[in-house]
């Protein structure tokens, strides 16, 4: 039975414990609703509560928990000698799980029955072509202990769902019967009902913790499993990336460093002055109809997916420096640069820095403005000496907040900046970022076995451990600004 | 208009600094100030009484024209300084403020040193040609703000580490470092306590040997104590201005007298 | 009054005292300048910004808007049964049998003929050029068609067929006479012939509805390529987003807001939400593949995989929206509920919550269009695959491929012909559109239901 049918079931359950309990506590008052401590609906929530979360919970915990003990039990079943030389456990596991899928898929297009599984053996018949006849393709022949462990593979997760069900189930309608059971006059329904609740809700805020302790752990194991595979030294100081199909390739991070901090740094020179200055003029000077159809015009240029950005860097930006700059000037002939990316980030960014920056400049207290005019300053010189440097602090923690986007924006350097790793100054020439190699070494590749794939993991720590740091270091600063006119 | 034209001569001694006529101010379509006519008188202290909200703020901020700043704010009829009309086009409202300082309600210290404090007005006017002089200019306002015992060995510290009444004392001190010819002041004690408020009232007496000093206070007892004339204005009208002690001994108008003996405001 | 004779032309500073205030002086006209100029930059910087974002929808809106019109042809194609049905059985799986190759030679005799007997010129051109002037998608409906209706075989049927993508090019300006010229895939006189039919009526080029419904196309038929199966993708994985975020960020926001003790736990879930509002969204993509695809086993490409990937990274905007729209609602309203009896979870979820329901949807729908348009973490789970099958309907159809706005428009932009820019563009305005109409709705809720306490 499939996850969702059995999710439905057990939502139904509960729907059905809600109206049993409704009816069974107006019943043991002899239907004066009066006689008992909470209203009818809430013995109806806390023994639908009852029935559906502890299953739930169970659900989850099976789902997250069956593939690794199953993986691990067939794992111990392969015998040595199935692993081909200078393949490894991770690759042939990978051929169980999609042998197992084919199986699967033989059998719902009816070429295949249970009873014929269960004669036919990788040595007998031709596994590979038939596999193939669904769709799945296969590099080698099949080994007979890897079609074995298939097999049993498949077995056990046939076993594990079935024993899911039941268990589930089961304990959808324990809970239901034992809940029921309990219902009295004096039950106290709402309160209960209400820490189930409450409980509930704090789950529903854990989620948050859970999402940074998945990012955290899967780049931590990954990067931890390519470094076994991959010198660290060489990651962090060889000054070439070049990855090659075969093994053998260098993957330093210098490079893609370079350019990602060479695309933001043209990227925060773009949008610094201008996202500031658009702060200033709105906050200091236009008058109430500019700002009010400025500042949304504005805003919506951060409204806009990262996408179009991109788009708009590759069809429009890039061709038009390549062929009013860099050509002219014989520094470059691609329409990719480091200048198309940062000059479109940067766009992209102004939004980001003008509202922040406008956000700060409006707290700074106004005593401050009329101390300065009233000795005698123009607008211009109180916002530049005094406005500023009252307002210095918050708009560092602006920038830098910006600088963490840039670092991190993707989509704009995959279309805008190329592909080639480079470490140079020239700025019209395509240079390439981290985020632009977690993409292509990661794209469509789901079996990390090589270093190659296995980089995109440690760039992508790399990547996390930057932006936090960026972040957590503008979130302080912000504060300790705001605690500062507060 | 409850003024009589006739008093004005009683009170014509010594020279007049700054005068308005049929000064108007409206905020939108309320009109803040109706028809105030005054003259201030130089080196003296004025001061400016009234319960909140009479516009005595308000007539102030249009001596110096800080209600350029807000934009919906319309000030009609005329003032003048040394007889010059200072709403003319021609007047920058920049040079104006130089000559007519502003010392505000709530002690606002730049986020500078106090050094950076006091020597932001001169730099900005460009009145010391150069360091030594600035250097001098700095002492000497802090000197007359009274102040520069207290902070001569702490110059490049933030001024916003300065007591309340200290810091009061340094916007007064950065105010005159402009070398203003009129200082407005606008409840500058308001946030004080009474022994930084018996330093400010000093202060006050002291700098009208330079200066002509408008003050806006709530407290009677401080325009009494500091003034040499007072103003008394009620809902946007000039009820009746001469001597200090006039006012508050005889004032011809019931509403002043209501006033000073407490019965309104 | 102003004739007040004063001596201050050019004074050193002490004698300022003396100068007339209704001259202005060399140092406050320099200032004044500078004043000016500053406030020039800022208003330059506003226009820059303006002008960017000008540019930014005139580049899309000039590319793209092509894209909503497309070159059918108007054929009489003449359904031979020697050739779709050779033994005259009618049965269908043998006529299922016959492939689209075997409808070229239809579309080809049906090409020739219309251009005979319209009398335009053939220009020296073989049968199988005139016919290449027609797309090669053009075989695969008439054989859509054969298949559902078999009884039409022997009639004469007219289509309308899509013209070539060089053919399409050239009424939208992408082609020329000279670029045809140098053109392997068109030539001038297919480009002459074209202009004959379109005097003719034969061929026009009218609004193209199937930009919305068709599925993908391969790289050689950018005129047959479509956003249906990006769209519906798309509609999935805001399903899932909508069903997951929305309870999961209310649930927190209202435990953090309202219940939470002030504790150290409480400060480390609350750092964690403003931090993970700012990790890069590539990183939930690396994520996703690690955990629901690698480690849970889910299908890739899958519009719930994508769904929970965009449920993560929404999570945070969501319950920051919320929290502000519950510290919105005013005390007094939690108060006057306790007073009478309430309890602290009725007071919530009978008062509060409905008050800030306003401010809460118009949270989801900010946080729904951010994840609507992000397409990074959708290529590392495998979103950019060529996917030309509609996915089923929903529950079944989540786990089904599918492809999303944002990425088949990068799908677009890495192919090689120029058709598939105009494409690429006019899925932008597309999905912009979306946007806007996401947007509109958030700003009209929050101007109705917008309460001043």
């Known amino acids: 039975m499939n996850v969702g049918i059995l999710s439905l079931i057990v939502l139904g359950l509960a729907a059905l414990g809600y109206v049993l309990a409704r009816r069974r506590a107006l019943a043991v008052v002899q239907g004066d609703a009066r006689l008992l401590h909470s209203r009818t609906g809430y013995y109806g929530q806390l023994v639908f509560l009852l029935t559906a979360v502890p299953a739930f919970l169970v659900m989850a915990i099976w789902l997250f928990l069956q593939p690794i003990l199953i993986e691990q039990r067939v794992a111990e079943n392969i015998p040595g000698t199935a692993i081909p030389e200078g393949g490894d456990l991770t690759l042939v596991m990978s051929d169980v799980r999609r042998i197992a899928g084919g199986i699967d898929a033989m059998m719902a297009d009816g070429s295949l029955g249970e009873a014929q599984l269960k004669d036919m053996h990788a040595d007998q018949t031709d596994i590979r072509a038939r596999l193939a006849g669904v ?283 190329g592909a080639a790793a480079k470490m140079s100054l020239n700025p019209l020439e395509a240079m390439t970022t981290v985020t632009v190699k977690i993409v292509s070494q990661l794209t469509g590749d789901t079996e990390f076995a090589s270093p190659e794939t296995l980089v995109a993991f440690a760039l992508g720590l790399t990547l996390f451990v930057f932006t936090l740091g960026l972040n957590v270091l503008a979130l302080y600063i912000v504060r300790k600004y705001r605690e500062q006119y507060e | 208009m409850f003024d009589t034209p006739k008093r004005e001569a009683a009170v014509t001694k010594t020279d007049i600094k700054m005068s308005a006529r049929n000064c108007q101010v409206f905020y939108g379509d309320n009109q803040a100030i109706k028809d105030v006519d005054v003259d201030i008188d130089d080196k003296t202290v004025t001061a400016f009484i009234g319960p909140s909200g009479c516009g005595k703020s308000t007539f102030l901020r249009c001596l110096n024209r800080m209600n350029d700043t807000i934009p919906i704010c319309r000030v009609e009829g005329t003032i003048t300084l040394d007889g010059e009309d200072i709403y003319d086009p021609k007047v920058d409202p920049v040079q104006l403020r130089a000559k007519v300082g502003m010392v505000f309600q709530k002690p606002n210290p730049f986020p500078k040193s106090i050094y950076d404090n006091i020597a932001y007005g001169p730099r900005i006017h460009g009145l010391a040609r150069s360091r030594a002089e600035l250097d001098d200019i700095v002492e000497k306002s802090l000197r007359r703000g009274a102040l520069w015992d207290e902070v001569k060995d702490r110059l490049h510290e933030p001024g916003t580490g300065l007591s309340g009444g200290q810091q009061q004392r340094l916007c007064i001190a950065r105010a005159v470092a402009t070398e203003p010819e009129v200082l407005l002041m606008d409840e500058p004690c308001s946030a004080l306590d009474p022994i930084a408020t018996a330093q400010v009232e000093e202060l006050i007496d002291e700098l009208k040997q330079n200066f002509s000093v408008v003050i806006v206070t709530h407290s009677m007892q401080q325009a009494a104590r500091v003034s040499q004339k007072t103003a008394f204005f009620h809902l946007g009208n000039l009820v009746e201005y001469g001597e200090t002690g006039q006012i508050f001994t005889n004032p011809r108008d019931p509403r002043t007298e209501s006033y000073i003996t407490g019965r309104i405001g | 009054m102003t004739d007040i004779a004063r001596n201050g032309s050019s004074a050193p500073a002490p004698a300022r005292r003396n100068r007339s205030l209704l001259e202005v002086d060399d140092r406050t006209r320099r200032r004044n300048a500078a004043e000016a100029r500053f406030k020039l930059m800022g208003s330059i910087a506003v226009i820059i910004g303006l002008l960017a974002l000008v540019g930014l929808l005139t580049s899309i809106l000039l590319n793209g808007m092509s894209s909503f019109r ?119 006189e297919q480009l002459r012939i074209a ?81 993970l509002a700012a990790v890069p969204s590539i990183v939930f993509g690396i994520l996703g593949l690690a955990v629901f695809i690698n480690y849970a086993g889910l299908p890739q490409s899958a519009p719930i995989v994508g769904g929970l990937v965009l449920t993560l990274m929404t999570l945070p905007t969501i319950i920051i929206a919320t929290r502000a729209a519950l510290k919105a609602v005013p005390p007094s309203i939690r108060e006057a509920a306790l007073g009478v009896g309430a309890s602290k979870m009725q007071t919530v979820f009978h008062h509060v919550l409905p008050l800030a329901m306003p401010g809460i949807l118009t949270g989801a729908i900010i946080g729904l269009a951010q994840a609507l348009g992000e397409t990074a973490p959708l290529l590392l789970i495998g979103m950019v695959a060529f996917v030309r099958e509609y996915p089923a309907a929903p529950p079944e159809g989540l786990f089904d491929p599918a492809s999303a706005l944002p990425v088949q428009i990068y799908n677009w932009t890495t192919r090689g012909d120029p058709a598939f820019v105009e494409r690429a563009s006019g899925a932008i305005i597309v999905l912009l559109v979306f946007l806007l109409i996401m947007n509109i709705l958030a700003i009209i809720l929050r101007r109705r239901f917008e309460r001043r306490w």
């Open chain 3, 195 to 275: 202009d004959a039919l379109r005097d003719a009526g034969v061929l026009d080029t009218r609004f193209n509805w199937a930009f919305f419904t068709a599925p993908d196309a391969s790289d050689t038929r950018p005129e047959a390529a479509g956003l249906g199966v990006a769209i519906l993708g798309s509609a999935y994985m805001m399903l899932v987003v909508l069903v997951l975020a929305l309870p999961l960020g209310v649930a927190a926001s209202i435990y953090l807001e309202e219940f939470a003790p002030q504790n150290w736990f409480t400060d480390l879930i609350e750092v964690n939400i403003s931090n």
């Open chain 1, 135 to 417: 769709g799945i393709a296969l590099g080698a022949e099949v080994s007979p202990a890897v079609f074995e462990a298939a097999k049993s593979y498949r077995k056990m997760q046939k076993t594990g769902a079935l024993a899911m069900t039941v268990v589930v189930l089961g304990l959808a309608l324990g809970m239901m019967g034992l809940a029921l059971s309990r219902i009295s006059a004096t039950l106290r329904a709402r309160n209960l009902a209400e820490s189930f609740v409450l409980s509930l809700l704090i789950g529903a805020s854990l989620v948050a913790i859970a999402t940074t302790a998945g990012i955290v752990l899967s780049l931590l194991f990954e990067t931890w499993h390519f470094f076994q595979l991959y010198p660290a030294r060489d990651f962090f100081f060889s000054l070439t990336w070049n990855p090659q199909f075969r093994g053998g390739s260098d993957l330093g991070f210098a490079p893609l460093i370079w350019g990602t901090l060479y695309v933001s740094l043209v990227a925060l020179i773009v949008a610094v002055p201008i996202g500031l200055m658009i702060a200033i003029y709105l906050a200091e000077y236009a008058g109430k109809r500019v700002r009010s159809l400025a500042k949304p015009a504005i805003e919506v240029l951060a409204g806009i997916p990262t996408i179009v950005y991109g788009l708009f860097a590759l069809i429009t930006v890039g061709p038009f420096i390549r062929d009013w700059i860099a050509q002219p000037t014989g520094l470059g002939d691609s329409s990719s640069s480091v200048l198309t990316a940062g000059l479109v980030m940067g766009i992209m960014l102004i939004p980001f820095v003008s509202s922040l920056s406008d956000d700060i400049i409006n707290a700074v207290p106004q005593a401050l403005r009329d101390g300065s005019y009233g000795l005698g300053a123009t607008q211009s010189e109180t916002i530049k000496q005094v406005i500023l440097p009252a307002a210095l602090p918050g708009v560092v923690g602006a920038i830098l907040l910006a600088a963490s986007r840039a670092i991190g924006e993707t989509m704009i350097v995959v279309m805008g900046a």
């Open chain 3, 70 to 188: 497309q070159t059918y042809v108007s054929l009489e194609v003449y359904l031979d049964p020697a050739k779709l049905d050779k033994d005259g059985s009618g049965n269908l799986e043998k006529i299922a049998k016959v492939t689209t190759f075997g409808y070229k030679p239809l579309i080809q005799k049906a090409m020739v003929a219309t251009v005979a007997a319209n009398g335009v010129d053939d220009q020296g051109l073989k049968a199988k050029k005139i016919a290449d002037m027609i797309s090669p998608e053009a075989p695969a409906t008439i054989r859509d068609y054969v298949l559902a209706n078999p009884d039409k075989i022997g009639e004469t049927v007219r289509f309308d067929l899509l013209a070539g993508g060089r053919i399409d090019g050239y009424y939208k300006g992408r082609v020329t006479m000279e670029t045809a010229a140098l053109d392997r895939n068109v030539s001038p």
